[in-house]
Each structure stands twice: as structure tokens, then as C-alpha cells.
């Protein structure tokens, strides 16, 4: 089945600072998603990318859609202890307009 | 309703028994997934109704899952002879239609013991 790569698998940072993480495919996306899960929560969906290459902000939250659509990393700007929780990235395969593919997920601390 | 509701949020079943998870989608979303979730791993697909029809069935681990909607809305993921190994956290998730971003419940932690 379609696997996606998600790193890192969990990140330590101090309020403030800013964070990067990223996800590849073997395989050619139509969409990328960027969803966060508080504990004992479903994933809230942050932000959804349709074009390759397309860039799109969130507040503090940027993501991009890469060029070779087997790509997507999700940026967020200084950083605040709510930002908190774990990060999955997920992608519809070219030919599926319904079913996502989601990533392991990046665990987010951040030190206030 | 404003959101996805999902119940029980808890179940605990023994081995072997059979157990209902109810998933009542926002009022309008004619897509409704299910989703199953193990710990520290992402959400994997189960099925995907578009209306009253299952379109898509493939990510169903084996025939003792199975899942209804018969009136369009309210959904029901049935599992029997329940394992240990289904023990997870249920997600149930609906959209406007498909190329729609999801918007997910709060999902049912299923217990086998």
C-alpha cells in the first residue's frame, strides 16, 4: 500500500522557536492535509493543499505542496506551549479523491 | 449537529463478543469514513460511504468488520468475535463530498480484553 515518510518522529523545542517537519511519498499526491491531535481527540485539520508548489498560511502555520507532489512540509512560527500535540501529515493518491493516506505523525513539546 | 459525534467514547469487551460503534456525521455531509487508529501510528482507512452505499470497503481488515448507513446520516461500525488485536481508537470522520478536507470525531477507544 502507499506509505508516507513523516519526520521528525517527535521534536523538543523552547516557546518561540520555530519548527519544520516534513513528509514524502512514494507515490504522486492530488492533495495535502496538515492535521493536529490533542489526546483523546480526533486530528483537526489545519491546512489542505491542491497544487503543486502551492504555498498556504494558517496563522503561524505555512505549508507547501511540493513541486514534485511527493512532498509537503508544514512550518510553524513561534512557537507556544499550545502548539502542543501531534502532527500528521496526510495525502490523497492520485486517482483517489476520498481516502487519505495519513503519516506516523510528528509529536510536538514545546518548553515553556 | 455542529460537529461529528461519536459514541460510546470508551468501550471495553471481552474476547469475543460483539460490539456496535455509532457515528452520527454533520447534518448535510453526504461522505462519511471510518477510520481505525492504533497507538503511535496514523489513522488507517476502513470504508467510505458516499449516501447510503458503501463506495469503497478495500481497508475492512476481514468479515468479522462491517459497517451501515442505512438512512444516509447515522453510521454504524459493527466488529464480532471481537480480538485483541482490535483494540484501537475508532475514528468516524464526514465531509461535504469527496475532494473535501475531513472533519473528524473524537473517535471510540475499543478495549478488547
Known amino acids: 500500500g502507499q506509505q508516507l515518510n513523516q519526520s521528525p518522529q517527535s521534536m523538543f523545542i523552547q516557546e518561540g522557536e520555530d519548527v519544520s517537519m516534513n513528509c514524502t511519498s512514494s507515490?504522486?499526491?492530488?492533495?495535502w492535509l496538515w492535521y493536529k491531535q490533542d489526546p483523546g481527540e480526533g486530528p483537526v485539520l489545519l491546512i489542505a493543499?491542491?497544487?503543486?508548489?502551492e504555498l498556504t498560511s494558517n496563522g503561524r502555520l505555512t505549508a507547501q505542496f511540493g513541486i514534485t507532489r511527493k512532498d509537503s512540509f508544514l512550518n510553524i512560527s513561534a512557537s507556544i506551549p499550545s502548539d502542543v500535540g501531534i502532527y500528521f501529515c496526510?495525502?490523497?493518491?492520485?486517482?483517489?479523491?476520498?481516502?487519505?493516506?495519513f503519516g506516523k505523525g510528528t509529536l510536538l513539546t514545546v518548553n515553556p | 449537529g455542529a460537529g461529528v459525534s461519536q459514541t460510546p467514547s470508551n468501550k471495553v469487551t471481552e474476547k469475543g463478543k460483539y460490539v456496535e460503534l455509532r457515528c452520527d456525521p454533520i447534518?448535510?455531509?453526504?461522505?462519511l469514513y471510518w477510520y481505525r487508529q492504533s497507538l503511535g501510528q496514523g489513522p488507517e482507512f476502513l470504508i467510505y460511504?458516499?449516501?447510503?452505499?458503501?463506495?469503497?470497503d478495500s481497508g475492512l481488515p476481514n468479515d468479522r468488520f462491517f459497517a451501515v448507513r442505512p438512512e444516509g446520516s447515522v453510521s454504524t461500525l459493527k466488529i464480532q468475535r471481537t480480538e485483541r488485536g482490535d483494540s484501537a481508537v475508532y475514528l468516524c470522520?464526514?465531509?461535504?463530498?469527496?475532494?473535501?478536507?475531513?472533519?473528524f470525531g473524537s473517535g471510540t477507544r475499543l478495549t478488547v480484553v
Open positions: 470522520a464526514s465531509s461535504p463530498g469527496e475532494d473535501y478536507g475531513y472533519t
Open positions: 507515490s504522486i499526491f492530488n492533495t
Open positions: 493543499l491542491y497544487k503543486a508548489g
Open positions: 496526510a495525502g490523497r493518491v492520485v486517482g483517489s479523491n476520498y481516502k487519505l493516506t
Open positions: 447534518s448535510g455531509h453526504t461522505a
Open positions: 460511504f458516499q449516501g447510503t452505499g458503501a463506495a469503497d
